[in-house]
């Protein structure tokens, strides 16, 4: 079993910043690629970003440039610094991490639980 926590969601103004961070824990082994997604209202999960294990990143065309993914391997920690918001990142932001379990080194896709983060004036 593993278990995404994900935390620092919140309301922001246009123009803020916010920082999520999402803990692992339980029965793992390795953690490979780590990612941020979000969900808006209406509209379909979209991948925000995403780190290997060798902290190689990729990000959304619409947040490149604002956003930071980074992670802690030695706290199985991923976070997402999100600078000069918009309301248009409104959303629900959900933690993925891509999990090689024990004692089977079963791989497992997990997923948090989700945080709100609101952009408005």
């Known amino acids: 079993q593993v278990y995404l926590v994900e935390s620092g969601g919140g309301l922001v103004q246009p123009g803020g910043s916010l920082s999520l961070s999402c803990a692992a824990s339980?029965?793992?082994?390795?953690?490979?690629?780590m990612a941020w997604y979000r969900r808006a209202p209406g509209n379909q999960r979209e991948l925000v970003a995403r780190i290997t294990s060798g902290s190689t990143t990729n990000y959304a065309d619409s947040v490149k440039g604002r956003f930071t993914i980074s992670r802690d391997n030695a706290k199985n920690t991923v976070y997402l610094q999100m600078n000069s918001l918009k309301p248009e990142d409104t959303a629900v932001y959900y933690c993925n991490a891509d999990v090689v379990t024990l004692p089977n080194l079963r791989r497992v896709d997990s997923w948090g639980q989700g945080t709100q983060v609101t952009v408005s004036s």
């Open positions: 339980g029965r793992i082994f390795k953690i490979n690629a």
